[in-house]
C-alpha cells in the first residue's frame, strides 16, 4: 500500500511540472509614423506601444539608441526594414512604407 502511494505521489509531482516550451507571440503593430518626411510602421515585442514608438523616432531623428540596447541598420536594397534595436528579449524596429 505505501508502495503504491509513493508512485501516485510521484506521478503527480511530474505531472505538476511546468513545461519549457512557450508561445511565440508576433510583435505588436504600434502604428505608422512619419518622421522627416517618410513614413514607417513601428513594430514593439515586450515593451509597450508607447515606449517603442519614443525609442523609434528618437532613433530615426538622431541615431540615439535607449541605454542597454543594441542598434542594426538594415541594408535598405534587400528589403524596406529599416532598423531593428534589442536588448536580448526586448525589441523594437521601424518599417519604411
Same mark, same amino acid.
Given at each position: ?32 509614423? +512619419?518622421? =522627416? ?11 509597450? %506601444?508607447?515606449? *517603442? &514608438? ?15 540596447? +543594441?542598434? =542594426? ?11 531593428? %534595436?534589442?536588448? *536580448? &528579449? ?8
Amino acid at each position: 500500500m505505501t508502495r503504491l502511494l509513493l508512485i501516485a505521489a510521484t506521478l503527480v509531482a511530474a505531472l505538476c511540472l511546468p513545461t519549457a516550451a512557450t508561445a511565440v507571440v508576433p510583435p505588436k503593430n504600434c502604428g505608422t509614423m +512619419t518622421v =522627416k518626411g517618410k513614413r514607417y510602421q513601428v513594430k514593439a515585442d515586450q515593451i509597450s %506601444c508607447s515606449t *517603442g &514608438r519614443d525609442h523609434t523616432k528618437r532613433y530615426l531623428e538622431r541615431r540615439r539608441k535607449p541605454r542597454g540596447y +543594441t542598434c =542594426k541598420d538594415v541594408s535598405k536594397a534587400r528589403n524596406s526594414l529599416t532598423f531593428r %534595436c534589442n536588448n *536580448g &528579449r526586448k525589441t523594437f524596429f521601424a518599417i519604411r512604407r
